[in-house]
């Protein structure tokens, strides 16, 4: 999609006027009776307002700025997608969007909605395609305190989430850990991130029995995805570090997950596809910070050479896991990325992952999950990320006594706790294989929707790119 900055008010364009409660509208060249109208239904406290005029459709969208701002934010988001539904459902193309006199916050967070919720996936159908696309294809910006390098920064943003969205919604059939490196590969070429694939060989020559393990009953040997974004002038002097859980499809492996809890795996790999979405943000904005994307990649199958139940396995760094459930194959691979992490010398490791069921039921889908043992000075961080983007976080603690709940009678580990406090027990294991500031996030709840969302749709929302965009684009030593 195309967007820019005008300077002119433009005629004969679909309208949409951010205002607020005191704004004028003589500017328009609307009628006296069409101001009186949109006076009469501000007063009645309507936020979004249709004319329906000759040559165009004007919206006028009230924002409340006395509101907290990034609640205020979110609700002009939200707005937006409405608006977006109805310039697609009338067959529209282009739309002006006018700051009238409001803060530019809003504008911009009408504009990525927009954009946001614009997206749509149907590589696959065959027929009616032209119908199920979405005909909006260019944004105008009227803002005097934005400029086009503003609006450029809102585009790489969202192609970003655009990357996760796509990947995550891809099938198995046409994404396994193979095809995800060579995907990140055509990524990386495009965005400026450098990348490092390990194949099976080197995999098993680091003695990673986790990823291993998990791959064991496939025909398709996994992979170990390590991008990186190192500028010569950096903040830091010693990385951030992003691991994404990389699960292509999840069986659930001879821990077999019933029928219905089946249909949306090929979702699991969605900590990965935001791994690689942030990696492209942040080489395409050139932020000035030393990141790190570690992606194990594999699916979890039944084989006849497929891990069991009772299996012991030996992990990167030495440790060994009894497993009990092979439904809990995603912290398998991820301890070990995260031990490998430990080469780096990092100066935070941030995990993501489609880890729990647990941490659904928790929270639903209105945050993600987050578990830590960095500083406050961190956790505030993202926090702070979370509400300016609306992509939330819940903090669960790691106290000890959890630990208590993963010790093995053969083994220093067992792979599950007990059947209360799934996501916390989860994070709980991870612990034990880093040894540097760490924050968990488990994106279970809010990753992948099964109902339409506002501006994250149906299906992959792309949560959490845009929070740590700016968490890292924000972030300081």
Known sequence: ???????????????????????????????????????????????????NKLDNEIFIQIVDEEKAAYKE??????????????????????????NNNIKPIYTV????????????????????VEKKQNTLDSIQVLDKNLSNKDLDKIKIIIDGVYIARDLVNEPFSGLNSVDLANKIKEISNESGFNLEVLNKKQIEALKM???????????????????????EKRKNSKPIILVGKGIVFDSGGYSLKPGQYMEDMKSDMAGAAAVIGVLSVVAKLKLPVHVIGLVPSTDNLIGKNGYVP????KMYNGMTVEVLNTDAEGRLILADALSYAKKYNPELVIDLATL????????GDLASGMMSNASRKVTKALHKSGKKTYERLMEFPLWEEYSEMLKSPIADLKNIGGINAGHITAAKFLENFTDYPWVHLDIAPNA?????????????????????????ENYII
């Open 109 to 128: 967070a009408f504009v990525e909605s927009l954009l946001l919720s614009n997206y749509t996936f149907n590589k696959y159908f065959t027929k009616d």
């Open 310 to 313: 009772g299996d012991v396995l």
């Open 1 to 51: 999609m195309k967007i820019s900055i005008t300077t002119k008010l433009l005629k004969s364009i679909d309208l949409v006027i951010l205002a607020n409660k005191k704004s004028k509208f003589e500017d328009f060249e609307l009628s006296e009776e069409e101001i009186k109208f949109i006076e009469r239904k501000i007063k009645d406290e309507e936020k979004t307002i249709k004319l």
């Open 448 to 472: 992948y929707l099964e109902k339409n969302n506002d501006y994250r749709g149906k299906g992959a929302t792309g949560i959490p790119v845009r929070m740590l965009v700016h968490f890292i």
């Open 209 to 231: 029995g986790g990823i291993l393990a998990v791959n064991r009953a496939s025909e398709i040997p996994p992979t170990f995805s390590i991008l990186e974004w190192k500028p």
């Open 356 to 363: 729990t069921g647990a941490a659904a039921r928790a929270i």
């Open 73 to 98: 934010a979110e609700s002009v988001r939200k707005s937006a997608t409405g608006i977006c539904k109805s310039l697609n459902k009338n067959k529209k193309k282009n739309v002006l969007v006018v």
